[in-house]
């Protein structure tokens, strides 16, 4: 099955710096890889994705690129705000067509902005 | 955008009981839902796979006879934990993807259960 691994587990930056979180995943076949912030107690929230056919993808701060070849992807969240402090996770799945792919996390990212 | 609800949002219930989550989708149609656990500071553990009409399909180590899952219409799941032990507290999670969408699934609350 799928494996992905999630690096840094824990990141402190100062509010304004940029901030960087790397995913690997193992399955060749997958090919969503969506990013979730989670706050706690919270449902995870969807704050960008790409698919495989994709090489970069941006919305606003946050950007998201994606190495097929290396199997990895990653997260870009610039100018980086205390309101961005919370739990990341990356995912990897299988979908497309009718085809509806289970996600498979990572370990997750505490992500925390010092003002 | 897309709804899903969870019921209830906290349990808590005794050693030896049973406890059923429901997860529904409210404006739309899922044909496939999923079932997640968290620990406290731990990634989501997908449990099960819940198709429509059908069995569910657990991961591997999850005890199919102790987290029951039926998904018995279009927009309704439920998770019934059985015989609920201290070890089975968690924060369990569902989510949906749309129907004919299988790409963006959509996360419930969940439901914070603590078991006595």
């Known amino acids: 099955g799928e494996n992905v691994e999630q690096h840094p587990s824990t990141l402190s930056v100062q509010e304004g710096d940029s901030a960087v979180i790397k995913c690997t995943y193992s399955?060749?076949?997958?090919?969503?890889f969506p990013w979730y912030k989670q706050e706690l107690g919270k449902r995870p929230q969807l704050i960008i994705d790409?698919?495989?056919?994709?090489g970069e993808k941006k919305d606003q701060r946050i950007a998201v690129t994606l190495n097929k070849t290396a199997k990895h992807f990653s997260l870009h969240i610039t100018e980086t705000q205390p309101e961005d402090s919370a739990v990341y996770f990356c995912?990897?799945?299988?979908?497309?067509?009718?085809?509806?792919?289970?996600?498979?996390f990572g370990q997750g990212t505490i992500l925390t902005v010092h003002p | 955008g897309a709804v899903v609800s969870q019921h209830p949002s906290r349990v808590i219930c005794k050693s030896g009981t049973s406890v059923k989550i429901e997860c529904r989708s409210l404006?739309?149609?899922?044909?496939?839902m999923f079932w997640y656990r968290q620990f406290p500071k731990k990634s989501l553990m997908l449990m099960a796979t819940s198709n429509e009409g059908s069995k569910a399909t657990y991961e591997q180590g999850v005890e199919k006879d102790k987290f029951l899952i039926n998904h018995a219409s279009l927009t309704l799941s439920t998770l019934t934990v059985t015989s609920a032990h201290p070890e089975d507290s968690s924060f369990y999670i569902c989510?949906?993807?749309?129907?004919?969408?299988?790409?963006?699934?959509?996360f419930g609350p969940g439901t914070r259960l603590t078991v006595t």
């Open positions: 790409i698919r495989s056919n994709v």
């Open positions: 989510s949906a993807y749309r129907q004919g969408r299988p790409y963006e699934q959509y």
């Open positions: 399955d060749s076949a997958s090919n969503y």
């Open positions: 404006d739309f149609q899922a044909t496939t």
């Open positions: 995912a990897a799945s299988n979908a497309g067509g009718t085809s509806y792919g289970k996600l498979t």
